[in-house]
Structures are given as structure tokens and as C-alpha cells.
């Protein structure tokens, strides 16, 4: 099946600073990235859908200011997490869906704890 | 507005047969996945569904019928690494974007 890479699959940061992720494609081409946030014990809420080229949309309720996405080329986007702070603390997880399938791959996810 | 609705525990003895269902009102619908997820890791995919009707894969199959907006996910002779958070989504046929029910977490027992 298709590949995506997601890095750093854990990061601890300082509360005040920003924190990049990033998520790509390995074998094919994602002009459609989704981002997701899951707290502990809790399902996958999807954040923002990340558009190649284009603004991303975000879900009512996500910060875009806080959350920025990038995506600049067909393989990656990326997700910065701006002024983290504790609550800020979860996991995140990206996917993307060729365009030859229906089926989404996920990244490997990463742990973000803010301290 | 979007509800996808799964129990969320669930308790079964291994080499046993579990059935994990999943209720779903969205305002479109592409098809349904199921993925299971082992805690701390990206969920993996199991199975996707958009015709009515039963899709076997070994030891798991999946059930969907579109108009009572209702799937299963049926495992079968369980084993312990089956103990996971298994997770219903449905596609939006609008926006193409995958919704999550809050997920089903299964222990199994010896």
C-alpha cells in the first residue's frame, strides 16, 4: 500500500514556542492532505484539510492562526503548531488519500507534549 | 450535521467472535471504513464498505446497509493482539473528508 511518513513522531517542546510537523507522500501524489488531533482516549478529530497550492480549510472551531498548514508540493504539508501551549498537548495525525484509491493512509503519527 | 455513534467498550473471550456495530446520520455518504488503532500508533486500515451487503477478509468482515445507516464490524476467532480501539468513519460524499465515530475499545480475554 501507499506510504506516508509523518516526523517527529514525538516532540516536546517549551510553552511560548512553535513546533513544526511534517507529513508526506512517499510513492504517490496527495494534492489532498487531512490533519487530525486525538486526545487521549478520544477518536480522531479532523483539524484541517490541507490543499496543494491553495489555502487550507479549517473545521469550525480550529484556530488557523494557531494551527498553520503549508502545502507546498504534491508529497508534503506541513502542520505548525504556533505559541504551544500545555493544552496544546496531543497527538497528531496526518493522512492522505491517492488518487487512484478511496482507501486514506495515515502517518505514523506524532506525540506533541508541551511543557 | 454529522453523528456516528459505536459503543464505547467492549469485552470478548479469545478465539471468540465479536461484533462491533456502528450508527451513522451524515449528510452524504461516499462509503464506510473501519480501521483499527493499537494505543499510541496511526490507525490501520481494515475494511471499506459503500455497497450494501457483507465484505469478508479472513478473520474480519464488515457489514453496511445504507439505508438504515448501519454497519458491523465482525472479528472473528479472536486473539489477544485483536485488543485495540477499533474506529468506524464514514466518507462525506460532499467533501470527500472522513468522519470518526468516538471509537470502540475491545479487550480481549484469555
Known amino acids: 500500500g501507499a506510504v506516508v511518513s509523518q516526523h517527529p513522531s514525538r516532540v516536546i517542546c517549551k510553552s511560548g514556542t512553535s513546533v513544526k510537523i511534517e507529513c508526506r507522500s512517499l510513492d504517490f501524489q496527495a494534492t489532498t492532505m487531512f490533519w487530525y488531533r486525538q486526545f487521549p482516549k478520544q477518536s480522531l478529530m479532523l483539524m484541517a484539510t490541507?490543499?496543494?497550492?491553495?489555502?487550507?480549510?479549517?473545521e469550525q472551531g480550529v484556530e488557523k492562526d494557531k494551527f498553520l498548514i503549508n502545502h507546498a508540493s504534491l508529497t508534503l504539508s506541513t502542520l505548525t503548531v504556533t505559541s504551544a501551549h500545555p493544552e496544546d498537548s496531543s497527538f497528531y495525525i496526518c493522512?492522505?488519500?491517492?488518487?487512484?484509491?478511496?482507501?486514506?493512509?495515515f502517518g505514523q503519527g506524532t506525540r506533541l507534549t508541551v511543557v | 450535521g454529522q453523528n456516528i455513534d459505536q459503543p464505547t467498550e467492549m469485552t470478548a473471550t479469545e478465539g471468540a467472535i465479536v461484533q462491533i456495530n456502528c450508527t451513522y446520520q451524515?449528510?452524504?455518504?461516499?462509503?464506510l471504513f473501519w480501521y483499527q488503532q493499537h494505543a499510541g500508533e496511526a490507525p490501520t486500515f481494515l475494511s471499506y464498505?459503500?455497497?450494501?451487503g457483507l465484505e469478508e477478509k479472513g478473520r474480519f468482515s464488515s457489514f453496511l446497509s445504507r439505508s438504515k445507516g448501519y454497519s458491523y464490524l465482525l472479528l472473528k476467532e479472536l486473539q489477544m493482539k485483536d485488543s485495540a480501539s477499533y474506529l468506524c468513519?464514514?466518507?462525506?460524499?460532499?467533501?470527500?473528508?472522513?468522519?470518526f465515530g468516538q471509537g470502540t475499545t475491545l479487550q480481549v480475554k484469555p
Open positions: 493522512s492522505a488519500i491517492p488518487h487512484y484509491n478511496t482507501e486514506a493512509f
Open positions: 468513519a464514514v466518507e462525506d460524499g460532499n467533501t470527500g473528508k472522513l468522519i
Open positions: 464498505n459503500v455497497l450494501d
Open positions: 490541507s490543499n496543494e497550492g491553495s489555502k487550507a480549510t479549517y
Open positions: 451524515t449528510s452524504g455518504f461516499n462509503g
